[in-house]
């Protein structure tokens, strides 16, 4: 009998994050093993234009926004967002007759399931990418340890220790749970993952395009990705005066945007560095290639918090399965991917001096780095591909129903 699954998301494609991929690799994996899956979105998709959706050969059905007075009472809305899921849940899954329902961070999805889950009789896994009221710390929107992130963490907790099962991506998350009280065995890793054949190993840098941007005659030190407070690119930006002694012919190449965005302009205006850091803005997804093959370096360097410590993240994997050079900072996160002088380099934390060294240090290397990165490539090949990762659920998924899937 194949197993039928109903996965609750926060959003899904076609809108692209880390959490959309993640997710689509997930429903893509599980298909291959042979199970049906089946995929509901939250309000925070968005606005909607039809109850059911198809995006790249995955089906999804979406919950319309709440309105009301509800709706627009700060808290109110999040039981409001949660009500709505619920509902809408409630009729999917009566009408699908799942076996299990899984619920993807945040913990907005979890509570629907679990309730939904109570009243007709199905197990529910919750997975948790991150824990969201840390993300809002960074954010600015919470504070640590006050009123509001405490009673998101009570939230949490209480939601983990109702679920059947549950999922982490990583063993920073899971030793985190296991420190309030869960128990081991009630908590599954299923590790972030790149599909292998999606990227290929990186190739030569397009002349004009580099002459465009002004790096002709330069190494380039570079981060792909959002400009937000904990990716420390702040630190690799006060670094950059120190890696100028040694290497004066290195810039900096920042693709993306963001929160920080404005204030790393300033930070390098300040620093009389306008001429050595190069920002380029968002570019369409079809020409990130295009941009990774001017960068000599890649550079992670994240500031060392809960956040960090505790969550995986999936652009180092993304270099390393495109056989690039990396750095990154030593927080928890990083620590769990890259060995230090095998697959990448990893310097201190929040250590601008530190980060300088390094850097000079791997564009000094012999080989060019050939020997790291042809190591981290084969890291991703045998541990970090989404077959082997999602093989996991079998075990979890089995856990849950009291039998194998």
Known sequence: MTLRIL????????????????????????????????????????????????VDDLHFYRTAPPTGLWSQLPLFNQW?????????????????????????????????????????????????????????????????????????????????????????????????????????????????????????????????????????????????????AYEGLDLLIEALPLILEKTPDVKVLLVGGGPQEASLMAQAAELGLTDKVVFVGRVPHAEVTRYYDLVDLLAYPRHAMRLTDLVTPLKPLEAMAQGRLLIASDVGG?????????????????????LAEKAVAALSLQDDGATL???????????????RSIANYSAIYGAALGRAP
Not at 125 to 146: N, P, S
Not at 373 to 387: H, K, L, Q, S, T
Request: negative net charge; contains cysteine; aromatic residues 8%.
């Open 7 to 54: 996965h609750v998301f926060d959003h899904s494609l076609p809108l692209h994050s880390g959490y959309t991929f993640r997710s689509a690799n997930i429903l893509r994996g599980q298909r291959r093993l042979g199970w049906e899956t089946f995929h509901l979105t939250s309000p925070k998709q968005g606005k909607i234009e039809r109850e059911e959706e198809t």
């Open 80 to 228: 409001a967002l949660m009500r709505a899921t619920e509902q809408r849940l409630l009729e999917l899954a009566r009408e699908l007759k799942p076996d299990l329902l899984h619920a993807h961070s945040p913990v907005l999805n979890a509570y629907p399931a679990l309730h939904v889950g109570q009243q007709l009789g199905i197990p529910v896994v919750y997975e948790i990418r991150a824990f969201w009221e840390d993300a809002a710390v960074d954010h600015g929107t919470q504070l640590e340890w006050g009123l509001r992130y405490r009673l998101t963490r009570e939230m949490e907790t209480r939601a983990v220790s109702q679920a059947s099962q549950v999922v982490t991506i990583c063993g920073g998350l899971r030793g985190d749970l296991v420190a309030r009280g869960i128990p081991l065995e009630k908590i599954g890793v299923v590790p972030n993952a790149v599909d292998i054949e999606q990227f290929t190993r990186g190739g030569e840098a397009d002349p004009a395009l580099k002459a465009r941007l002004g790096l002709t005659d330069s190494r380039v030190i570079g981060f792909l990705g959002s400009f937000y």
């Open 334 to 354: 990083h620590q769990e991917l890259i060995e230090d002088g095998y697959t990448g380099m990893l310097f201190r934390a929040d250590d601008a001096a530190n």
């Open 373 to 387: 990165r042809a190591n981290g490539r084969r890291f991703v090949e045998n541990e970090r591909n989404w077959g």
